[in-house]
Structure formats: structure tokens, C-alpha cells
């Protein structure tokens, strides 16, 4: 064979060769996803707006390259939707570790009255107040962890076992110094699914009131492990920070080490919050955790469920950003102005597997 046929030859073995590469790539393997989100929607100030008459026809659900800048935006079609309910499910998880014991007492304005069966600073006052705020038709759970999370009460409607369980704990002084929060959060992430997987709808209205520093000592996953798993989860997230009080009270005094490591934890949480459609509460006084806890209330009772089947390929275990819009005129009661609404919800969902 000449040396002329031989190069031909080469040539068409490497077209042949881009050819099918190109249409394996073009073949890759996409899977149908469904998904849940809850939406709540809120003014550009964050204020939560309650209109009853709101139906499936406001909302639009967009899955988009770039949700925020609007990029590559493809509509999803809503196959379910539910309104609000007056019932909510709840699971409130409290850092009762040693060292969260100890923020919350160094950022106690009387540290003389900070003790176990005293003034605790947040990490007593938040889940009290959290606890005024729940119904009698509510179901809540309660979760606390240190070394590792402990299931104190599970889902009840009766608040005083809820009382019961918390003040005996708080009677206690924390067993362990370490604080696992990373490992804690993906639990309570896995179980909420595997009782949606066992009863379907029990769990896609579930939320989670974190009240944590937001500082993880001991965990065997790291932040980056727990924000993948936050990223594929209906529940939504709010973190009441503990620390925040004590930044207010040593500001000045605190080393930069200290700072840093406070300001870590401050953004882990906003972390969580923002990809779980939750929002961040950092409570310098403890007179603001009640108006904290019924804005909280407030927001569960005003989410919306929608559900859709996301029709934009996409490859298996990648993660899809979402927009859910809002579409409507809406005035403010008092004044009554035109207000610009949006929806507060999760960031994405990851494509399953097929």
C-alpha cells in the first residue's frame, strides 16, 4: 500500500472516529426528573404577601443555565400545585453543644445568670420562643445534637411533650464540647426523603428550624458534601444563628481568628437558607427572637407546593438551576400601591438518574 493510500486511509478512520464521538456526546443519557419546590412569595423587600386567590395560573417555573441573569431559560409545565396551609410540619434541630453553650453565654448581656437552670442566651430563649408560636393542629419534631444528633421528640402535636423533652434538656448541662452540624443536617435531610419515598406527599411541606452557630467541630462530611445534599431537597431551611450576640457584645475585643470564624459559620448558614428557599435570622437581643419566630410562622403558613416534571436534557447528577415567577397585580393593603412580588424558594434540584 502506498504511503498516499495510507494517509487516506488515516483520514477517514479519524472522521469516522469524531463522527461517532459526536454522536455518542449527542446520545448522552438524560433522565426525567420530578420535582417539588415550595414558594413563598414576598415583595422586593421581603415582606410576605398572603392572597388567597392566588392558583396555579400565577406561578411560572423556568429552569434556567443562570436563574438570576435569566440565561438559557426553558418553562417547565406545572403538574401540581397546593396552596397554603394553615398546618404546618415542622422539625426544630438546636445545637446543644458545649460550645454552643458557651457563645450563647459569652453574648449573654447578664453573664451572672447564665447557667443551666438560669439565662442560657439564645440557645434557651430560641427554641422557647419557637415553641409559642407552634398551633395545636401543628406537627413538630424536635432534634438536638452535640457529638451527634439525638431524636428528642418525633413528629407530635402535642406541644407539651415538646415542652417536656427541651426543658429537661436544658435542665442538663451539654455532655460534649463538639458540635456535629454537617453530619446532623444530612441526616435529617436523608430521613425526610426516605419517609417521602415510604408515604408520598407526607414530607414535601416539611421545614426545618435550625437554630445553630453555625459551626461544625466533629463531622465526618464536610460543608461542600452538605450543600450537594441541601441542593436536591424540598425542605426548606431556616437557620436562627446563635452568635450573633456575642459579635454585638466583644465587638473590638474579639481576635481576628475568632472573627473569622463566626463570620464562616454566619455565611455556612445563609448558605443552607438561600439554597433551600429559607432565610437567615442573626439576632443580636433576645427581644427580637419572638418577632423572629412568628415572621418564621408566617412564612410556613404562606407557601405554596408546586411540582413539575423538568422536560430540559440534562445529564444525570447535574445540578439545574430554577426560577419561579410570580405574575399578578398586587397592592399593598393600606396604601394601596402597585407591589413587586417575587418567590422565595429553593435554588435548583440535581437530574436523577434514569
Same mark, same amino acid.
Given at each position: 500500500?502506498?504511503?498516499?493510500?495510507?494517509?487516506?486511509?488515516?483520514?477517514?478512520?479519524?472522521?469516522?472516529?469524531?463522527?461517532?464521538?459526536?454522536?455518542?456526546?449527542?446520545?448522552?443519557?438524560?433522565?426525567?426528573?420530578?420535582?417539588?419546590?415550595?414558594?413563598?412569595?414576598?415583595?422586593?423587600?421581603?415582606?410576605?404577601?398572603?392572597?388567597?386567590?392566588?392558583? =396555579?395560573?400565577?406561578?411560572?417555573?423556568?429552569?434556567? =443555565?443562570?436563574?438570576?441573569?435569566?440565561?438559557?431559560?426553558?418553562?417547565?409545565?406545572?403538574?401540581?400545585?397546593?396552596?397554603?396551609?394553615?398546618?404546618?410540619?415542622?422539625?426544630?434541630?438546636?445545637?446543644?453543644?458545649?460550645?454552643?453553650?458557651?457563645?450563647?453565654?459569652?453574648?449573654?448581656?447578664?453573664?451572672?445568670?447564665?447557667?443551666?437552670?438560669?439565662?442560657?442566651?439564645?440557645?434557651?430563649?430560641?427554641?422557647?420562643?419557637?415553641?409559642?408560636?407552634?398551633?395545636?393542629?401543628?406537627?413538630?419534631?424536635?432534634?438536638?445534637?452535640?457529638?451527634?444528633?439525638?431524636?428528642?421528640?418525633?413528629?407530635?402535636?402535642?406541644?407539651?411533650?415538646?415542652?417536656?423533652?427541651?426543658?429537661?434538656?436544658?435542665?442538663?448541662?451539654?455532655?460534649?464540647?463538639?458540635?456535629?452540624?454537617?453530619?446532623?443536617?444530612?441526616?435529617?435531610?436523608?430521613?425526610?426523603?426516605?419517609?417521602?419515598? =415510604?408515604?408520598?406527599?407526607?414530607?414535601?411541606?416539611?421545614?426545618?428550624?435550625?437554630?445553630?452557630?453555625?459551626?461544625?467541630?466533629?463531622?465526618?462530611?464536610?460543608?461542600?458534601?452538605?450543600?450537594?445534599?441541601?441542593?436536591?431537597?424540598?425542605?426548606?431551611?431556616?437557620?436562627?444563628?446563635?452568635? =450573633?450576640?456575642?459579635?454585638?457584645?466583644?465587638?473590638?475585643?474579639?481576635?481576628?481568628?475568632?472573627?473569622?470564624?463566626?463570620?464562616?459559620?454566619?455565611?455556612?448558614?445563609?448558605?443552607?437558607?438561600?439554597?433551600?428557599?429559607?432565610?437567615?435570622?442573626?439576632?443580636?437581643?433576645?427581644?427580637?427572637?419572638?418577632?423572629?419566630?412568628?415572621?418564621?410562622?408566617?412564612?410556613?403558613?404562606?407557601?405554596?407546593?408546586?411540582?413539575?416534571?423538568?422536560?430540559?436534557?440534562?445529564?444525570?447528577?447535574?445540578?439545574?438551576?430554577?426560577?419561579?415567577?410570580?405574575?399578578?397585580?398586587?397592592?399593598?393593603?393600606?396604601?394601596?400601591?402597585?407591589?413587586?412580588?417575587?418567590?422565595?424558594?429553593?435554588?435548583?434540584?440535581?437530574?436523577?438518574?434514569?
Amino acid at each position: 500500500m502506498r504511503f498516499r493510500d495510507i494517509v487516506l486511509l488515516a483520514m477517514v478512520v479519524l472522521v469516522l472516529f469524531v463522527l461517532f464521538v459526536m454522536d455518542s456526546q449527542s446520545q448522552t443519557p438524560t433522565s426525567i426528573t420530578s420535582v417539588t419546590a415550595s414558594a413563598t412569595v414576598v415583595t422586593d423587600k421581603g415582606a410576605i404577601v398572603t392572597n388567597p386567590d392566588l392558583t =396555579k395560573d400565577n406561578f411560572r417555573v423556568y429552569q434556567c =443555565k443562570n436563574a438570576k441573569k435569566r440565561k438559557d431559560c426553558v418553562e417547565q409545565p406545572i403538574t401540581g400545585f397546593t396552596p397554603p396551609k394553615e398546618t404546618i410540619t415542622v422539625i426544630m434541630a438546636l445545637d446543644y453543644s458545649g460550645l454552643a453553650f458557651q457563645i450563647s453565654c459569652a453574648g449573654n448581656p447578664d453573664p451572672y445568670g447564665c447557667g443551666y437552670y438560669g439565662e442560657a442566651g439564645e440557645i434557651q430563649n430560641a427554641p422557647i420562643a419557637f415553641l409559642q408560636n407552634l398551633r395545636p393542629e401543628d406537627w413538630a419534631a424536635f432534634v438536638w445534637y452535640d457529638i451527634r444528633s439525638h431524636i428528642g421528640v418525633d413528629f407530635t402535636k402535642n406541644k407539651n411533650d415538646l415542652v417536656q423533652e427541651l426543658y429537661a434538656l436544658l435542665s442538663q448541662p451539654p455532655a460534649f464540647y463538639e458540635s456535629n452540624l454537617f453530619d446532623t443536617a444530612i441526616e435529617l435531610l436523608d430521613r425526610i426523603d426516605m419517609a417521602e419515598k =415510604k408515604d408520598p406527599g407526607s414530607m414535601n411541606r416539611v421545614s426545618i428550624v435550625l437554630i445553630s452557630t453555625g459551626i461544625d467541630t466533629f463531622s465526618k462530611n464536610n460543608f461542600k458534601e452538605l450543600q450537594k445534599r441541601a441542593q436536591n431537597t424540598a425542605a426548606v431551611i431556616y437557620p436562627v444563628r446563635i452568635g =450573633k450576640s456575642l459579635q454585638y457584645r466583644s465587638d473590638g475585643y474579639m481576635d481576628g481568628a475568632s472573627q473569622m470564624a463566626l463570620l464562616q459559620a454566619e455565611s455556612q448558614l445563609r448558605t443552607l437558607a438561600d439554597l433551600t428557599g429559607g432565610k437567615l435570622y442573626s439576632p443580636a437581643f433576645p427581644g427580637e427572637l419572638p418577632g423572629i419566630f412568628s415572621e418564621i410562622s408566617d412564612a410556613l403558613r404562606a407557601q405554596y407546593t408546586i411540582e413539575w416534571t423538568s422536560n430540559a436534557a440534562t445529564k444525570p447528577g447535574s445540578f439545574n438551576e430554577i426560577r419561579i415567577e410570580v405574575e399578578g397585580v398586587f397592592q399593598d393593603a393600606e396604601t394601596q400601591k402597585p407591589l413587586k412580588v417575587g418567590a422565595r424558594h429553593r435554588k435548583g434540584h440535581i437530574t436523577q438518574e434514569p
